[in-house]
């Protein structure tokens, strides 16, 4: 195997990394506070998009965490990168919250319900019946269908929420259309965040709690892969994937002394 280049820039997921269920990890502050000072290029990444760049960077710095607005990139600009690229200008009817609707506002696109160009579906703790209907209608009558990413839960305090995975597949089986989805484990959205930061692939590192999204997002879009073990998947899960991890360390704080 050839060796890799020296990590020049990094990318690590949110939930599981970085915060769990609203707490900041031991040592995710001072990982980003050596990010910070070494000048390297970073992005914290989520799925989730509900919240815009500035809502996040807020609710991170009220856990200690000071993460400048740019270097936040959510499922909901990936949504919007990619738009602005296949279909400039266009018009969406869109299912969200503020972080999708502003990303969309950003690129210039009209929101409607009137013969719009997409459905798009993002995360919202609102999920109507009357728009999954509307939705499903717009799209039977031609809209393409794109959603935000392919979670089908989220966390809460109180258990699982259903997400935009789960509503997806609700409005897939009344239309028989297939979203399509952009978040991880798209690589798309890594290649969009390396983009954003003048980054690349080949000395770039993708830090994730999840083989299923981050890491096999961060594989396909050819970057180093850490897998911590503080969020979702364990050691002993590892083996039962097809692909692997550059390495596993046991949470964010093993990786300090590397920036």
Do not use: C
């Amino acid at each position: 195997m050839a060796e890799r280049k020296s990590i020049e820039s990094w990318l690590t997921d949110m939930d599981g990394v970085l915060i769990h269920e609203g707490i900041p990890i031991p040592g995710a502050d001072a990982f980003i506070k050596r990010l910070r000072e070494s000048g390297k290029p970073f992005l914290v990444l989520t799925n989730n998009s509900i919240y815009t760049q500035r809502d996040l960077h807020a609710r991170l710095a009220r856990m200690g965490l000071d993460v400048p607005v740019e270097n936040i990139w959510t499922s909901a600009l990936a949504t919007a990168k990619f738009l602005a690229d296949q279909r400039p200008g266009g018009t969406a009817y869109v299912i969200g919250e503020a972080g999708l609707t502003t990303a969309l506002h950003d690129i210039g696109y009209v929101l409607t319900d009137t013969d719009p160009d997409f459905v798009i579906l993002g995360e919202t703790r609102t999920y109507s019946f009357e728009a999954m209907t509307k939705a499903v209608r717009l799209i039977n009558a031609g809209a393409r269908f794109v959603a935000t990413n392919p979670d089908e839960t989220g966390p809460s305090a109180e258990g699982a929420l259903p997400a935009t995975g789960a509503v997806a597949a609700l409005i897939t089986k009344a239309t028989g259309v297939d979203p399509y989805f952009v978040g991880k484990p798209n690589p798309l959205m890594m290649r969009a965040g390396l983009n954003a930061i003048g980054a690349h692939s080949e000395t770039s590192a993708m830090i994730g709690d999840r083989m299923d999204t981050d890491i096999v997002s961060g594989t396909e879009a050819g970057m180093e892969t850490v897998l911590v073990l503080t969020g979702l998947t364990q050691a002993s899960d590892v083996e039962r994937f097809p692909y692997r991890p550059t390495r596993v360390v046991n949470s964010i704080a093993d990786l300090v002394d590397e920036i």
